[in-house]
């Protein structure tokens, strides 16, 4: 161990830094005070000039505490470990409790990965009970190309089944129908016979219509027409260039008396027209399913009428002379057709009345209902 340093050493250590002390200090007396220079305060991560009378201050604090380190320190104390707290006894009024039994052994049987283990196999003795046998969840396997392929070219296709009879209640493919149109609203109202009468089945929006209210009078006005039309099966276009499509069959026989002209006027799919009436491929395919069944049911003749707006006789009086509820008269072109929409009415009032599409006649420049003299052609398809 090495020995203490003296007194009178230490005592000269220190006269001897407070030598060096007075001397720096001294010094930097002789030289003046520092000129402080102008420039921006440096910051923290730059180095900075310490004062040297701290530093002189600390020098002596570090030889003070080295001097105190040299002496021997006093041997430290062994702490001894906690001792854990006696156990509290319990109770005597406690009884001791019976020891656990031993487990039996069971026998462990290796499962391989992937298989459930099966249920325990149900007692003799319950045979009143039916046994109930739990499913082993199955297991999705993916047959090979092959066989997928194969069965691919086994199903039949769809359009090679035969359709069902549909009835849902308001509607049975194959009855008689009736087809009723106004330009106006824009409507397609299909009926059904439903015994002696007619019912609505349904009424549909029109995509499309061209033209003004009024009857078609030649090719290439692209006007819808008006009137009394027949469909039969010759006119339905199953292949349309508009998806479906049926001819409703103008020039009729009234149209041809009067010198009006055109041809391949339809109703069909898509939203497109030039004369037609567009219902979409959507609603042109129950339409054109309701009259193709009709027709292969045994109706003869599907009735198409094809009016300018409903013939009330409140609508037929507004659009022919106008009301109090127009700002003006009515346009001079539903003036000059008061008397042919009065005959269409003829034809829609009936229908109302008796619930049956009446059989409309061309005579000359009307149309007549019912009986008819020689000189009438009936309204009839291709």
């Known amino acids: 161990m090495p020995s203490k340093p003296s007194r009178p050493i230490l005592l000269a250590m220190a006269l001897a830094l407070s030598a060096v002390e007075i001397?720096?200090?001294?010094?930097?007396?002789?030289r003046g005070p520092a000129l402080r220079e102008e420039g921006p305060r440096p910051s923290i991560a730059e180095p900075r000039a310490i004062p040297f009378g701290p530093m002189l201050q600390n020098l002596r604090g570090a030889i003070v505490e080295t001097a105190r380190l040299a002496e021997p320190a006093a041997p430290a104390e062994i702490e001894e470990p906690p001792t854990s707290p006696p156990r509290a006894r319990p109770p005597s009024f406690l009884a001791a409790l019976p020891p656990l039994a031993p487990l039996e052994p069971t026998l462990a049987i290796p499962v391989a990965p992937g298989e459930a283990p099966l249920p325990p196999a149900r007692p003799r003795n319950l045979p009143a009970e039916p046994s109930a046998a739990t499913a082993l969840p199955p297991v999705a396997v993916s047959p090979p190309a092959a066989t997928q392929a194969l069965a691919l070219a086994e199903t039949p296709p769809a359009h090679d089944q035969a359709a069902p009879r549909r009835?849902?209640?308001?509607?049975?493919?194959?009855?008689?129908?009736?087809?009723?149109?106004?330009?106006?609203?824009?409507?397609?109202?299909?009926?059904?016979?439903?015994?002696?009468?007619?019912?609505?089945?349904?009424?549909?929006?029109?995509?499309?219509?061209?033209?003004?209210?009024?009857?078609?009078?030649?090719?290439?006005?692209?006007?819808?027409?008006?009137?009394?039309?027949?469909?039969?099966?010759?006119?339905?276009?199953?292949?349309?260039?508009?998806?479906?499509?049926?001819?409703?069959?103008?020039?009729?026989?009234?149209?041809?008396?009067?010198?009006?002209?055109?041809?391949?006027?339809?109703?069909?799919?898509?939203?497109k027209s030039v004369g037609c009436f567009a219902m979409t491929d959507r609603v042109i395919d129950e339409i054109y399913g309701a009259v193709e069944a009709a027709l292969r049911g045994g109706q003869h003749e599907v009735p198409v009428h094809i009016f300018p707006f409903r013939m009330t006789d409140l609508a037929l009086a507004k659009e022919t002379q106008g009301d109090w509820t127009n700002l003006w008269a009515a346009p001079p072109e539903h003036q000059q057709w008061s008397g042919f929409w009065q005959n269409l009415k003829e034809g829609y009032d009936l229908f109302e009345q008796t619930g049956e599409p009446p059989t409309a006649y061309a005579c000359g420049s009307r149309y007549a209902f019912g009986a008819a003299g020689g000189s009438c052609r009936r309204i009839a398809g291709w």
């Open 23 to 30: 001397g720096v200090f001294a010094t930097f007396a002789w």
């Open 167 to 271: 009835d849902d209640g308001n509607f049975r493919l194959g009855a008689a129908v009736y087809v009723r149109i106004f330009k106006k609203e824009g409507e397609l109202e299909l009926w059904r016979k439903q015994g002696e009468r007619y019912a609505l089945y349904r009424t549909y929006p029109i995509c499309k219509w061209s033209g003004r209210l009024g009857p078609k009078l030649k090719s290439g006005d692209y006007q819808s027409p008006e009137g009394f039309y027949s469909v039969s099966a010759r006119q339905l276009n199953p292949n349309s260039h508009y998806h479906r499509a049926f001819d409703i069959g103008f020039p009729n026989a009234f149209d041809k008396q009067n010198g009006r002209t055109g041809a391949a006027l339809m109703v069909h799919g898509a939203c």
